[in-house]
């Protein structure tokens, strides 16, 4: 397969073919055997990278997605990106120099301020930054307050040197997906590229858990990974880091500041934290002294820092130090500091709050691009000539009016990268992202990184938010031996009892397992009323009516989305309602609202499950959000719909009940589930067993109620006469030996509530309702709850006993979440 007769670049520089368009020499082993291939074999080569990154599970989300998922597959090029050892050997000097630079800039902004006082930086480019957070200043004084990890983009200029693009200092992102394509690629490799010696990523993660171990005072159990949450774009990526440094992933809700220190909230109590690598932006993480609004920080986290309690990768206010407007003035701070020049070279910038700069600016517009000193500004970058004149002049104004808030680069043309697209490999333009970590008074530098290519061949911005992909960064050379055994002997006893387990992944373990007992019983039932509407013309008589209302009306108590069914001008448009119950996400307690509530649950306890299980979910998540949109389906689609996800649903209990033993969680998701069996099961009795019917509607009805608890069978092997109401209510509510009953599921919840943790021997708030719903079970006959005054059509002693009953296990909940979720202080 021949790739250069068609390969043309349109940049200056091209990372494969030199100005004479011939293959650079540390190509060329790697063409041959690209040209060795065929187109066939090459694809699937992607198909397997593909499958790999599937298989992982690796995502990224995308934020307003118009499909309403937002959760988008990795993808990755089978071309990696190469750079030289002898190249990369100045490159890593440059990024060393750039990150420790950044470090003294760090610590004197928000301590000494020297560089203001001498008028090395502009005042303005500082204060007039949304990164600079007065909270913390003079805690660049503290010898904890530095900047641990640093990454910068880069891109080779028309000179054939990497140029510095940005600086990323407050929570760089993308490390966790650069080493899983190493891992994918050193799968797809070994054959793909059999010959190339490159360097490994592992010595840099190995020194990633050094760093955690020393801040963490040698207890890394006490080192935890903040994430802003499952919604967020790298979600994954905090997931898989935190999995691979082995520190715990945590959210704002899972921690406490309390007496100038850090705690985690756990289920046997606080447990400290004094290390936290950070996946949160500055202004969000602390809502007490930060942004008051944010609901994904930490009050107090502020207050931990300034006692010295807490170590943080990196520190609040690390965010001022990404400012573009520093730019202009990084030669003189770097001789002002190192007295040595910038050994990497960057975009020509000129900051807008200078005189003669903005002369400059205004007079050659047309040839640069403006951007924001903020990024956090919604709109950050203009290419001028790209803009119609009505933009250009608005533009022109804002900056006149507030020229320290801009600054001007000029246009550059960066390199392109071989990349293979649609059986044929082309030019795209990329990004490299490279990360340092300090390490004593020096940095460290990743042999490797994260390479990010545009979404077409004419695209210049390099985006995953904008449909752009990745590569492999590939260093050539061999690296040092790595004694693999001292790496996985160090690693120490890691704690995952459900004492340790913070309560927000507890919380949702046990919604979890109401809100799966909770979709799968209303399928079911949903499903039953549908089936006995389509059969309805068949009888057509008063008691088949009487029995299909008591059905319908019982899903609409079984909801609670009133009036529903008890509305007798529903009667018009059964199906109506139930396709409104079955796709209206604004109906609470309807089908779509309690899977949007279980996707939520399964988001924040995915690390927990298996493999299996989160492809199952994606399928069933994708394909439910598709089904919703359809209006006016026909009955039978609907019903083979609610078939299939039903199975899926079935299938997904299956596999987190496999995916976790009870000490590690499943026995919080088992007390949800049978809770809320007990509580459904209780809902449809009181609608459907507590009134007297004519004999033919009763059958209807006790047929009805067997089969939403998908029962029938094992009635009819228990009980071989007709359906009669004392033998079901025996079997649904006091029976000891059906695993449905109400009677087993009482007994099954005392022997699950011991093993929460727990300071008291004797009865717990939440033990003790259940404890009398069991007594209460035990003392009561069904001859007792069939008591019936005479001439009377309702169960009163029945109905009043569920309702009892409904009260006890409802309270246990609410004491459960009042003992274990609600993040009391202690």
Known sequence: MNFLD??????????????????????QPLLERLESMSSEELENKQAEIAWHLEDNGVTYNVYNDPEDNGNRPWSLDPIPFIITKEEWKGIKQGIKQRAKLFNLILKDLYGEQKLLKENIIPAEVIYGHKGFIPAVHTLG???????????????????????????????PSGLGYAVENRLTMNIVSKDLYPEHEIKKLLPFIDEFKKLLKKLSKGDISKAALLTPGPRNETYFEHAYLSSFLEINLVEGDDLLSKNGALWLKSLSGLKPINTLLRRLDDRFCDPLELRSDSKLGVAGLVDSLRQGNLAMINPIGSAIVENIGLNPFMERICHYFLNEELLLPQIATWWCGQSHELEYVLEHFENLIIKKIDRTEAIQTHLV???SNEMRTQLKNSIIKNPHQYVAQEEINFSTTPFYANGKIEPRNAVVRAYALKKSENYTVMNGGLVRVSSSKDALLVSSQKGGTSKDLWILGEDETIDMSSIFNTLPYVDVS??????RKAENLFWLGRYLCRTITTIRLIRYVVKKMTNFSRYEGALSYESQLILEKSLTHLTMTYPGFLDEKIAQNRMSEIESLIKDKSKQGGLSFTMEMLFNANVSIKSLLAIEAWKLFDKMQKEWRVFIRKINSPTQTILSELDKFLLYLVAYKELVEESMYKEQGLILYDIGYKLESALLTISKARSMLCVKHEKSASYDILEGMLNSCESFNAYRTQYKSSLQLDNVLEFLILSPQFPKSIAYLTNELLEDLKALPKSKKYLSSYEEPIFQAFSSLKLTTVATLMQIEEGGTVYTVLDEFLATLTTHFSLCSMELSKTYFSHYDE
């Open 6 to 27: 068609n390969y043309s670049s349109a940049s200056l520089f091209d990372e494969m073919l030199d100005d004479q368009l011939r293959v650079r020499e540390h190509w």
């Open 141 to 171: 004084l503290m010898e904890d307050f530095q900047l641990y990890f640093y990454a910068l983009d880069m891109a080779r200029g028309p000179d054939g040197k990497m140029w510095v693009i940005n600086d990323r200092t407050q929570a």
């Open 385 to 387: 000539k790209k803009l």
């Open 498 to 503: 459900i004492h340790t387990m913070p309560t």
